[in-house]
Each structure stands twice: as C-alpha cells, then as structure tokens.
C-alpha cells in the first residue's frame, strides 16, 4: 500500500535534546497531520495543518505545512521521556489518508 | 467526551474462520475509518464509512467489509481468515470530513 516517506525512521536523543523529523510526498495534500503512538495504543492526533506554509504549534511541538503541499515537518524542543514513540505523518485529500512510516524517537535521560 | 471504543481489544481466531470487529466512533462524528496496522506495512487504509455509505475503500481483498449503522457505530468483518490478517486494526472517528481523524484503541488480532 501507499505510504508517506518518513525521516529519521528512528533515532535516539538525551533528554533536553531537539528533535526534528519529516515527512515527503509525491503527492499533493489539503491537510497534513502528525500523530504520535504508544506501544499497543491507537495513535494520538497531535496538530493538524491545513494551509501550505503554516506552522502551528501545541506545547513543545511545532509542525510546519511545506509551501509545496508535498511536504512537513515536526519538531519537539526540549525532549522528555515521555516523548519517546512512534511518530506518524498523515496527508489528507479528498476522501484520502495516506500514513507515513513512521520515526521511532527513544529519549535516553 | 469519550473517546473511540473499540471491541474486542484482543482476538485470537483459527485460519478459516471469521471475525467481526466493532467501534464506537465519539459522539457527533459521523465518518469512521478502519486501518490495519503490521510491522512489516505500517498504517494501511481498508474503509471509510459516513452517514452508512462507504465513501472510500484501500487495496484489500473482498474479504474485508464493513458496514456502519445509523448511530455511526461500525464493523469490519474479515471473512476465511489467513495467517496474514494477524495485525492490530484501528478504527477512527472524525466530524471535518476526512482531515482530522481520531483513533481507537485498536482491536489486536491473532491468526493461528
């Protein structure tokens, strides 16, 4: 299935650390989202983004929608342990929602 | 608000049989997708049900439907169930058309 490309696919950070990951399509999106899961749990919705070139930020997070439509990004300033997860992209189209792979962030304390 | 419900949480079926999976989507949205989710194929789209009309379908066999009632409650069947289908199945709820999308618990199958 079609999937989003997803960069670093993991990457291992001491808290305090910035962290910066994203996510690259081929496509064109309306709306793109970042989610962030935990072990065995559904994934939580952490911003969602709905104009080319916003940056909207919730907390520590920062996500921005790439001019080009076909890009964002996320960042998480000053990591804690409980940041560490499964962090996902998802572009969103008319009656389509394509997830990207996914970046494994571990905080080490 | 509560949150997605999804039943049951764990599920362990026999290749051959079939199973239903329900979900609760949260009160007032009325579209509700279903993922799968593996660790070899990440997040993969199956349906999207709203207002009891599937609008929307990812690149699965006919085994897997779904249907959605009147209340937004929905279910997937996947029917002859094979070793493959052993995956966690999320389904998620949202009210702004397609764009945001809030998800489950997830239903964690087991095919033996």
């Known amino acids: 299935g079609q999937q989003l490309n997803q960069s670093p696919q993991s990457m291992f950070i001491q808290e305090g650390e910035d962290v910066s990951m994203n996510c690259t399509s081929s496509s064109i999106f309306n709306t793109w989202l970042w989610y962030k899961q935990d072990p065995g749990e559904g994934p939580v919705l952490l911003i969602a983004l709905y104009k080319a070139g916003e940056l909207t930020s919730n907390g520590r997070l920062t996500a921005q929608f790439g001019i080009t439509r076909k890009d964002s990004f996320l960042n998480i300033s000053a990591s804690i342990p409980s940041d560490v997860g499964i962090y996902f992209c998802a572009g969103s189209g008319t009656y389509k929602y394509i997830f990207g792979t996914g970046t494994r962030l571990k905080v080490l304390a | 608000k509560a949150g997605v419900t999804q039943t049951p949480r764990y599920l362990i079926k026999t290749r051959g049989q079939q199973v239903t999976l329900s979900c609760s989507p949260i009160s007032g949205h009325r579209s509700v997708s279903w993922y799968q989710q593996t660790p070899g194929q990440g997040l993969q789209f199956l349906f999207e049900?709203?207002?009891?009309?599937?609008?929307n379908k990812g690149n699965f066999p006919g085994r897997f439907s779904g249907r959605q009632f009147s209340n937004s409650r929905s279910e997937m069947n996947v029917s002859t169930l094979e070793l493959g289908d052993s995956a966690l199945y999320l389904c998620?709820?949202?009210?702004?058309?397609?764009?945001?999308?809030?998800f489950g618990p997830g239903t964690r199958l087991t095919v033996t």
């Open positions: 049900y709203f207002s009891e009309t599937q609008r």
């Open positions: 998620a709820s949202g009210t702004r058309g397609p764009y945001e999308q809030y």
